[in-house]
Structure formats: C-alpha cells, structure tokens
C-alpha cells in the first residue's frame, strides 16, 4: 500500500472512531441534564417535567389572587392532552353551576362553558385552546372570570394578560422540543 491509502485508511477510522464516541458520550457531555423547569414570564409561569418523561407536558399556570387578602380564588391551566392544548378552569365550591362559567375579554362577548366536575380543589371547566382564544388571552388587558356564587349574585375575577404571548411562545417551543423526533433519537 501507498502512503495516500494508508492516510485514507487511518482519517476513515478516525472519523468513525469521533463519530462512535461523540454519539454515545453526547449525554455525558450534555449541559441541560433532565431536570424539571420552571420560567416566569411576567404574570404567567411555565413549568417542564422532566424530558425524560414522555407522557409530560408543559403547563402554563395563572393564579387568581383576591386583591386585598392575596387568596387565590382561581387558576387557570394551559397544557396538551391528546395533542391538543386544553386549559382547566379551577375556581372554589361555592358557584352556581348550572350557569356554567364565562371568560371575558376586553368588551367581547363572554364564552361561556359548562362545568365538567367538582373535585378536591374546587369546580372545574374544561375549554379546547383554539387560535381565536389564544388572541383573545393575548390580546387583551382586561380579562376576567365570570360565575355565579351560591347567593346567585355575578363573580367577576379579573385576570392579567401579561406576559401570556411570551409564556405561550415558550410553551409552544418546550412542547415542540419535547415532541421532535430529533430528541427522541438522541434521548
């Protein structure tokens, strides 16, 4: 053999060699590690599970505070179930249900929705995230919940907006991270 054979020989192997160990010792050297994430945007928060977890999702989360005793009165809860993104409603025991539960935003018309069910942390609605109420949430400066409390008078909780497109741009970017068929192949 020449010595150009040989130099070719030697690089090939080389090559698969730096391939071979940069393909298995890519979690070792990884920075990221598998560890849940929690990140703020303004009034919203958004946590991660773990990337390992393949039935996880991320969730966006709001509390809704009482202004003067700083309680929370209500939550909201945006996260994918089944491949589409869905948010929960969560407010305490004492509503009418029967009139369901309404979000407003700014001076449209109230969505109204029926309550699913009443569990250990209060009455809970169910509502599909399509991109009309995206804008909506997004959109808006004045939001609220709106129910009926047992004595039949009106609720109305309002919620902020703040930080909703940036928290929702990170969501949309974790769930597409989570679900690639890249991290899957190298996970």
Known sequence: MNSVTMRSIIA????????AGGWFGHKALSSTGDTPTIALYQDWRLACPVASLKEGSCEMQQ?????KTHSELARLSIFQLKGDTTMLVTVPYNV?????LALSFG???PLVYQYET???VGCIVRVKVDDALRASLGGTAQARVLFAGLDGKPVG???????FNDAVAAFDGAEARRNSWWRRLWS
Not at 63 to 67: F, G, H, K, R
Not at 96 to 100: T, V
């Open 118 to 120: 009443c569990n250990g």
């Open 96 to 100: 009418l249900l029967e009139p369901g």
């Open 63 to 67: 509390d809704v505070l009482d202004a």
């Open 107 to 109: 001076t449209a018309k």
């Open 157 to 163: 909780l309002p919620f902020s907006s703040k930080g």
């Open 12 to 19: 090939a192997v080389l090559l698969v060699v730096g391939l």
